[in-house]
């Protein structure tokens, strides 16, 4: 089963982009404002306090067409988190760099560069910095 998109979708919760169906936004913010401040194990204690609070509970599930598959319910969000954490690294939990953006976003680039939560930042940020280059050099 791949936890990474149990990850993905705490990213969606704390976005706002999913409804907030177990209460665990807040929480989960958290963990993403340590992680982000580098307060690396502040930020895996909170996670494990998550774990402890709210454990898995695996259901097998069949739904739009797919065959046989686990949910994992509301303690799957911060598993997923706990995946990401362990396999790839507390850094990689990050809150995005552009302006008036409070996003967050699970970075599983290779080489660890994303600083943005969607494309749209990204290229929003770019164009604010070529405007401060340009007011720069004249
Ligand atoms: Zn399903
Ligand atoms: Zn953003």
Known sequence: MDLTSYAELAVLVVNG??????????????????????KHDEAVELLNTLLARHP??????????????????????????????????????????????????????????RRYCSERCASRANVAAYRARRRNDR
């Open 56 to 113: 898995v509970h695996p259901q097998i599930s069949a739904h739009d067409g797919q065959g046989w598959h686990l949910h994992l319910a509301e303690g799957g969000l911060v598993m997923g988190l706990a995946a990401v954490v362990t396999e790839l690294g507390v850094d990689r939990l990050g809150g995005c760099r552009a302006q008036r953006c409070s996003n967050v976003f699970v970075d599983t680039s290779s080489n660890r560069s």
């Open 17 to 38: 982009e999913l409804p907030d169906e177990y209460g665990l936004r807040e929480e989960l913010i958290s963990v993403f404002a340590l992680a982000d401040a580098e």
